[in-house]
């Protein structure tokens, strides 16, 4: 159950949290029970009096920066969520967006010449240190020699080792946490699994740029949001050049005060982009943090750093657009529906009550701004209802509901009184007029009568299936008679479905 090497980082990252008092923290003693306060007075009491300097969120930035990269990303997570920890606090612990410490200029030159197989003056004219610094890469502007300004992104030295080390610690805290049974339905595992596959990917650079152009060409069919060209001939496995994204950074605390911003238009574009790319491509930007995200007037938004990418199959982006839509409908029995229908809530639960707990839920959040809803609040009450109707964590949609929290949280800091359901509603009623109408299901039963058509063709030609492939199949294809009359029903429908089509257009 993990390496001694393994059981020795997690007791040390423990002793890092302890000692910036972080696990436990004072501030958080009214919250909790009385022997988690005592639990917590005794961490302090080891840890020495080093442990209360700061506020909360300058020691955690402090403990997750020695912790390493997937400490790192965690609180890159939660500095988009000053609405339930306290703008302060998402202040201080925001500093692991893009402002960690830089390493040298030399390196990355070093690193940049290896990368492209030629002096660094062979592609750049000029090349400056880093202005952006974060826990696997740091960001360099340049210029081409073309004289397209650029930014160069160079991985850290050893990032690949350090990434191993702590997803394998990490990997072996989410086996322990596993152990409560009240955990299991959250799939710690599955969740830390996820984690590690996507920080793996964001360590070849190469998977960077291919992502980057493919969620360019998506952003560029709504143009809600936009992303830089990659320059194919600076790219390598530990560096990635993409010209210079526009605007100024939103981690920059002037980036909100540019004159002619439309703060709500900005809101409403970050959030519309990104349910367009879930909902109509399946692949969107799964790291859309304020250091990932420039804006400028009116209402520009520039997305950089492409290293996790989230898709969604056919069903995950049907079921979500239908969540969607029966919230914005405010109809929970189809909404609880859906719910089933997905497997999301077992099928021994009542239909009726997990509707009203929707409602719940629901009602109190339409016709009031971002700012008049406690996220906290609603955060507690969805985590009940999850408990009380056993719902689990889902491991192929951990990318999209973390990404779903922390674009919202962005926007609420962008406009406070943005309505995240107006936002919505014109991207999730394209894709129900698009994919839900009796149009596009007729297409799709064509489409299937084809497939139906194939196969039944190819069973024409071998009219003498092998045994056990008939019986899998459930068929009685001994005689070629019955063969040939389900590929004449076939060609029947094909015909049929092709002629239906074809008038649709």
Not at 93 to 98: H, S, T
Not at 139 to 154: E, I, T, W
Not at 348 to 361: E, K, N
């Amino acid at each position: 159950m993990g390496s001694l090497a393994s059981w020795w980082r997690l007791i040390g990252a423990v002793w890092v949290l302890a000692r910036a008092d972080a696990l436990l923290p004072v501030e958080a003693e009214p919250f909790v029970s009385p022997s988690v306060r005592a639990l917590g007075r005794l961490a302090r009491l080891c840890a020495g009096p080093q442990a209360r300097q700061g506020r909360p969120g300058q020691r955690l930035a402090k403990a997750f920066e020695r912790l390493g990269p997937v400490a790192i990303k965690l609180g890159q997570f939660l500095s988009t969520r000053g609405d339930i920890f306290g703008q302060t606090f998402a202040d201080d612990i925001g500093l692991l967006k893009d402002r960690l410490a830089p390493f040298p200029t030399a390196v990355a030159i070093a690193e940049v010449e290896a990368g492209v197989g030629r002096p660094l003056d062979h592609l750049f004219k000029s090349f400056d240190a880093a202005v952006g610094a974060a826990s696997l890469a740091q960001a360099h502007p340049a210029q081409l020699l073309d004289g397209r300004r650029v930014a160069v992104k160079v991985l850290r030295p050893n990032i690949e080792s350090r990434v191993a080390a702590d997803t394998e610690t990490l990997l072996l805290a989410a086996r322990l946490i596993n152990g409560w049974p009240s955990a299991r339905r959250l799939a710690p595992s599955a969740a830390a699994a996820t984690l590690a596959r996507s920080l793996r990917l964001e360590l070849d650079l190469r998977f960077e740029a291919a992502g980057a152009d493919e969620l360019r060409a998506v952003m560029d069919n709504d143009g809600y949001i936009q992303a830089p060209k990659v320059v194919w001939e600076g790219v390598g496995k530990r560096i990635l050049t993409l010209e210079w994204a526009s605007g100024l950074a939103l981690s920059d605390a002037a980036s909100l005060e540019q004159e002619g911003l439309d703060r709500r238009r900005l809101a409403d574009n970050l959030l519309r982009g990104f349910l367009a790319q879930a909902l109509d491509h399946g692949v969107f930007h799964a790291d859309l943090h304020e250091g990932n995200l420039f804006i400028g007037p009116p209402a520009s938004v520039s997305v950089v750093d492409f290293g996790i990418i989230g898709r969604l199959g056919a069903a995950e982006r049907r079921y979500l657009a239908e969540i969607l839509w029966g919230f914005l409908r405010r109809d929970y029995t189809r909404l609880a529906a859906v719910h089933f229908e997905a497997g999301y809530v077992d099928s021994f639960h009542d239909r009726a009550a997990f509707a009203q707990a929707l409602r719940a839920v629901g009602e109190p959040l339409f016709g009031r701004s971002a700012k008049d809803v406690s996220m906290e609040r609603l955060l507690t009450q969805l985590f009940e209802i999850t408990a009380l109707f056993e719902m689990r964590l889902r491991p192929e949609l951990i990318l999209l509901q973390k990404t779903m929290v922390t674009v919202e949280g962005v926007a609420r800091r962008i406009d406070p009184d943005c309505d995240i359901w107006s936002a919505a509603e014109p991207v999730v009623r394209r894709w129900v007029t698009r994919e839900l109408s009796p149009t596009h299901r007729f297409r799709h039963a064509a489409s299937e009568a084809i497939d139906a058509l194939r196969a039944i063709s190819s069973l024409a030609i071998h009219p003498h299936p092998p045994p056990e492939t008939a019986q899998e199949r459930g068929l009685d294809l001994s005689q070629p008679a019955s063969a040939w009359f389900g590929f004449g029903l076939g060609v029947l429908a094909a015909a049929a479905a092709f002629a239906a089509a074809a008038w649709l257009r």
